[in-house]
T-cell receptor, first 113, second 111 residues
Framework: SQTIHQWPATLVQPVGSPLSLECTVEGTSNPNLYWYRQAAGRGLQLLFYSVGIGQISSEVPQNLSASRPQDRQFILSSKKLLLSDSGFYLC????????????FGSGTQLSVL | KQEVTQIPAALSVPEGENLVLNCSFTDSAIYNLQWFRQDPGKGLTSLLLIQSSQREQTSGRLNASLDKSSGRSTLYIAASQPGDSATYLCAAYQAGTALIFGKGTTLSVSS
């Protein structure tokens, strides 16, 4: 069966510090991978999605970046965090195109202070 | 650009009541529409997926309908229970992008 791992579960970082959140998927090949952010009082915002190694699409301008060094690994990074980067970050995966379900990780609660 | 709206933002009902959650989307050219459940501080759990060619999907006490022409979907929950308390999100999928989510409806079922 397929599983998705996301860590850490919680993270408190000072403004200006770097960020690295990691997500891995097991039990499937060539998944589509996604990073979403959920800020307090706001909906789920798509940040990045990837259909293959090295293929990253960005949905919104920001100081975040994403990388996919391996087929089932997706990393969200920042060189310098802002207060506005606080939120609940969710990684998700799917297979195929168009009609597939989306499966989510358990999320990382990031607080930038 | 696709926009997904959910009404109401919050809903409180007594146990046993049947209820309907609403979702609307601006661009009817979707591949599918999905309903998710999110418990506080947790990830999302997929509840139902309706393909663009389908009208509804059912799972237990849940029934989701889709009307592409009007840009609407509804999630019907029968005989609500306190364990149904959570935030329910709908999301529309289009080609060339990923799921676009509404802000959700937070449901509270009192015993």
């Amino acid at each position: 069966s397929q599983t998705i791992h996301q860590w850490p579960a919680t993270l408190v970082q000072p403004v200006g510090s770097p960020l690295s959140l990691e997500c891995t998927v097991e039990g499937t090949s060539n998944p589509n991978l996604y990073w979403y952010r959920q800020a307090a009082g706001r909906g789920l915002q798509l940040l990045f999605y990837s259909v293959g190694i090295g293929q990253i699409s960005s949905e919104v301008p920001q100081n975040l970046s994403a990388s996919r060094p391996q087929d089932r690994q997706f990393i969200l990074s920042s060189k310098k965090l802002l207060l506005s980067d606080s939120g609940f970050y969710l990684c998700a995966w799917s297979v195929g195109r168009g009609a597939e379900k989306l499966f989510f990780g358990s999320g990382t609660q990031l607080s930038v202070l | 650009k696709q926009e997904v709206t959910q009404i109401p933002a919050a809903l409180s009902v007594p146990e046993g009541e049947n209820l309907v959650l609403n979702c609307s989307f601006t661009d009817s050219a979707i591949y599918n529409l999905q309903w998710f459940r999110q418990d506080p501080g947790k990830g999302l759990t997929s509840l139902l997926l309706i393909q663009s060619s389908q009208r509804e999907q059912t799972s237990g006490r849940l029934n989701a309908s889709l009307d592409k022409s009007s840009g609407r979907s509804t999630l019907y929950i029968a005989a609500s229970q306190p364990g149904d308390s959570a935030t329910y999100l709908c999301a529309a999928y289009q080609a060339g992008t990923a799921l676009i989510f509404g802000k959700g409806t937070t449901l509270s079922v009192s015993s």
